[in-house]
């Protein structure tokens, strides 16, 4: 299926940037025994859109993201990045894809910088040295590349998990809870990374949050999980003209709640 592409301004504008369809899921079923996490969910991802993905604990938001990644096999349905099929061309699509979740911690034996060599080599990356090199200053981790990872605090980890996430310039960026953890100074500055990473890049990038304040500044988007099914999909905006809802914690508790 040849991706869908959104001319989101006039051609002949200065700002035009044709958006392309880089992630179609559809009809997405995962089932662990007779608990159903994911119950047939559609949905699909621009270059350049943030997509916020909101619901409350159980939801399915890991889930979702883990049968993104390849490392939850769907019970049904369909998942497509740039057109192609996922099963099908899995390693092709998966150095296009990159993730972080606050959940993963990289091993704690090796040093930061050799965490991110390993995954620099493993990408095929042309400079690694220079590019770990620079995403460790991205996150303010620079000085610490010689030290174990053990030695981390967890909001350290988070950061270099971040780090690891950017090494290999992803397409589509999958990030689980991102800002878990992290001191409100790095959290800011993480959000601020992945909207320049969007606008820049056009990175698509697909995010959970508990945090609503943070999906409304940074989402353009957000779709709201409640037990496996979707509830919302939208822009903030036009979800809260049409639930009638005053702000995004009033829609969240109405909906997902
Ligand atoms: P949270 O906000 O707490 O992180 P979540 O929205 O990420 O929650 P998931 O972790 O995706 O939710 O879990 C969705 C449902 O699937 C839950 O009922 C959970 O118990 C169940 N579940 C997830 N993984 C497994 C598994 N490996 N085996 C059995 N059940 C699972």
């Known amino acids: 299926m040849a991706p869908t592409v959104v001319v989101r301004v006039h051609p002949r504008d200065p700002l035009y940037l044709p958006m392309h369809t880089v992630l179609e899921v559809e009809d997405l079923t995962k089932c662990f025994g007779k608990i159903c996490a994911l119950k ?26 883990n049968c993104l990644l390849g490392l939850v096999l769907p ?13 099908r061309n899995r390693s092709q699509i998966l150095a296009k894809v990159n993730f972080a979740s606050s959940y993963v911690a990289l091993p704690l034996s090796l ?27 991205i996150f303010g981790l620079y000085e610490k590349r010689k030290r174990r990872t053990r030695t981390l605090s967890s909001g350290q980890m988070m950061r270099l998990c971040l780090a690891k996430a950017l090494l290999n310039h992803p397409r589509v960026l999958l990030l689980d809870e991102p800002t878990a953890g992290l001191d409100p100074e790095v959290a800011q500055k ?14 698509a990038v697909l995010f959970t949050s508990h945090n609503l304040a943070e999906v409304e500044r940074i989402s353009s988007r957000i779709l709201v999980l409640q037990k496996g099914q979707i509830r919302a999909l939208g822009k903030i905006a036009k979800l809260l003209e049409e639930f009638e809802a005053e702000s995004l914690e009033e829609l969240y508790f109405r909906l997902a709640a």
């Not at 019970?75 to 099963?87: A, C, E, N």
């Not at 965490?115 to 095929?124: E, I």
């Open 75 to 87: 019970t049904s349905g369909k998942i497509r990045y740039f057109g192609k099929d996922f099963f």
């Open 111 to 137: 040093t930061l910088e050799e965490n991110l060599l390993v995954y620099a080599h493993l990408y095929g990356l042309r400079e690694p040295r220079e590019r770990v090199a620079e995403v460790l200053k």
């Open 40 to 65: 047939g969910i559609s949905f699909t991802l621009c270059s350049g859109e943030i997509l916020g993905v909101v619901g409350p604990n159980g939801a399915g938001k890991t889930t979702l993201i």
């Open 190 to 203: 993480t959000r601020d990374l992945i909207l320049n990473y969007a606008r820049q890049e056009r990175t």
